[in-house]
């Protein structure tokens, strides 16, 4: 049996039957300010579950599902979220520093007010997500941003090659010193890509033109 228990009071929030939460499955549990820093969570399934100021710094939470979950102010700091699916979710104002979140899903996830710096997305996937956070130095090659609202998102340093910008929102975003190369515009082509109009003659050159 694992308790997982507060991390402040030490209450104990839920109960799992085995030796490890590896592979869990919870749906709808409150787990508000839980400490499972350090805790193997990869393979499991939460379904609209609270996380709100939980502790999971340093966490394994490898091809881990949080679906339709609430993770407000919850410290995500080192943890290895790789191929992990938080669709759906609310990450507002949390810490994701440093993680290891190369192909993680955020599908429709809002994830406002949070710091992402320095982590690795490359190949993540924010469709039409919210991500008005910091991403300074963050590495997103190749991340799928789709519909992604990004406004006043701070992308300096942020390494967005290849990256998928298509139909999002960058009003007020900072992109200094970021690396675009490869990476797709809100208007659906390669980043910097602007079309010139071909030039119109002049009536009186187009009748010269005609007339030799």
């Known amino acids: 049996m694992v308790e997982i228990k507060h991390k402040l009071t030490g209450e104990v929030?839920?109960?799992?039957e085995g030796d490890s939460l590896r592979g869990c499955h919870l749906k709808c549990v409150d787990l508000r300010g839980a400490d499972l820093q350090n805790q193997d969570l990869s393979g499991s399934y939460f379904n609209g579950c609270s996380l709100t100021e939980a502790d999971l710094r340093t966490a394994n939470l490898s091809n881990t599902k949080l679906l339709n979950c609430v993770g407000q102010r919850t410290n995500f700091t080192n943890a290895n979220m790789s191929n992990a699916d938080l669709s759906d979710s609310v990450?507002?104002?949390?810490m994701l520093v440093n993680v290891n979140a190369k192909g993680c899903k955020f599908r429709h996830?809002?994830?406002n007010g949070a710091?992402?710096?320095g982590g690795n997305f490359d190949?993540?996937?924010f469709f039409f997500s919210e991500?008005?956070?910091n991403f300074t130095g963050a590495s997103l090659v190749g991340a799928n941003l789709f519909g992604a609202d990004m406004s006043n998102?701070?992308?300096?340093?942020?390494d967005l090659r290849n990256s998928i910008m298509t139909d999002g929102k960058i009003l007020g975003s900072k992109f200094e010193y970021a690396k675009m190369q490869g990476s797709i515009g809100t208007n659906g082509h390669p980043w910097g890509f602007s079309?010139?109009?071909?030039?119109?003659?002049?009536?009186?050159k187009i009748w010269s033109s005609a007339a030799s």
């Open 13 to 16: 929030l839920h109960s799992v």
């Open 91 to 94: 990450l507002d104002v949390s």
């Open 109 to 111: 996830a809002k994830i």
């Open 115 to 117: 710091d992402l710096s």
């Open 123 to 125: 190949e993540a996937d």
């Open 131 to 133: 991500i008005r956070s």
């Open 153 to 158: 998102a701070d992308f300096n340093r942020a």
């Open 195 to 204: 079309s010139k109009r071909s030039a119109k003659k002049q009536w009186w």
